[in-house]
Each structure stands twice: as structure tokens, then as C-alpha cells.
């Protein structure tokens, strides 16, 4: 049997919030949707969780369909760099024409503590 002490659950609890990222995804229509994502999961993946329009995700991840563009926030930018090779071939077939800013958000993985800002194109498909 496990016995749970309630100040290190408690901490343990702390120290969870301490690491979560926060995401802020704003439409092509100006509607903004901020969401709290874990560290490790992609924006993609964040989005798709919490049914945040304007990201599909078809291929769940895989660099095969391009329906998670975005376009990166001048503040965010540093923070995500820029896309590999794939990704930047994957960024000349999305819906919406690509810009200097553009990634696809299935590979943007969350840092821990950080804060994210993408704008999501008017169309996926
Ligand atoms: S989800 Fe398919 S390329 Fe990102």
C-alpha cells in the first residue's frame, strides 16, 4: 500500500504547474484561444487536444500532410528556430502560401515554462 504525503503531493503538484507552457493560438479571424500545453507535446498536438480551431493535423505528427501551419509570432520565433529540411520542403504544399514565419506546429515541441504565440492560417486544405 502507498501512502501519499500531502505536502509532497502537494509540491509535486507545484512543481507540475511550474513546468507547464502556455500557448496562444490566434485565428485568421482574430479570435484567441490561450491553452496550457506540456512540455514534450507539440503545438499541433496541444491544439488538436483541445479542439483549437484552424489545425488539423491529419498525419498526427508525421510530416506527411502539412494541415498544422502556422505562423510564428516575432516573440516566439527565437524560441522554435527554424524548420529542418523535411519540414521546409512539407511548407511548399500548405493551403494557405507559406511566409517567412511559417512552421508546421507538429514539430514545434514545448519547452518547459515557455510561452508560445501562433497565428493559424484562414484554411488547412
Ligand atoms: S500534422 Fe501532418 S505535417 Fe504536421
Known amino acids: 500500500?502507498?501512502?501519499?504525503?500531502?505536502?509532497?503531493?502537494s509540491a509535486d503538484a507545484a512543481n507540475q504547474e511550474q513546468t507547464v507552457s502556455r500557448v496562444v493560438y490566434t485565428a485568421d479571424d482574430g479570435t484567441v484561444?490561450?491553452?496550457?500545453?506540456r512540455p514534450g507535446d507539440s503545438i499541433m498536438e496541444t491544439?488538436?487536444?483541445?479542439?483549437?480551431?484552424?489545425?488539423?493535423?491529419?498525419?498526427?505528427?508525421?510530416?506527411?500532410?502539412?494541415?498544422?501551419?502556422?505562423?510564428?509570432?516575432?516573440?516566439?520565433?527565437?524560441?522554435?528556430?527554424?524548420?529542418?529540411?523535411?519540414?521546409?520542403?512539407?511548407?511548399?504544399?500548405?493551403?494557405v502560401e507559406r511566409e517567412e514565419n511559417s512552421r508546421l506546429s507538429c514539430q514545434i515541441k514545448l519547452q518547459s515554462?515557455?510561452?508560445?504565440?501562433?497565428?493559424t492560417p484562414s484554411e488547412q486544405i
Not at 484561444?33 to 500545453?37: A, Q, S
Request: charged fraction near 15%; hydrophobic fraction near 35%; glycine fraction near 14%.
Open 113 to 119: 515554462g515557455c510561452r508560445y504565440h501562433v497565428t
Open 47 to 95: 491544439a488538436v487536444r483541445n479542439g483549437v480551431p484552424g489545425i488539423i493535423g491529419e498525419c498526427g505528427g508525421s510530416l506527411s500532410c502539412a494541415t498544422c501551419h502556422v505562423f510564428v509570432a516575432a516573440e516566439t520565433l527565437a524560441l522554435v528556430g527554424t524548420p529542418g529540411d523535411l519540414e521546409d520542403e512539407m511548407l511548399d504544399g500548405t493551403a
Open 33 to 37: 484561444t490561450e491553452i496550457d500545453g
Open 1 to 9: 500500500m502507498t501512502i501519499t504525503d500531502p505536502m509532497t503531493a
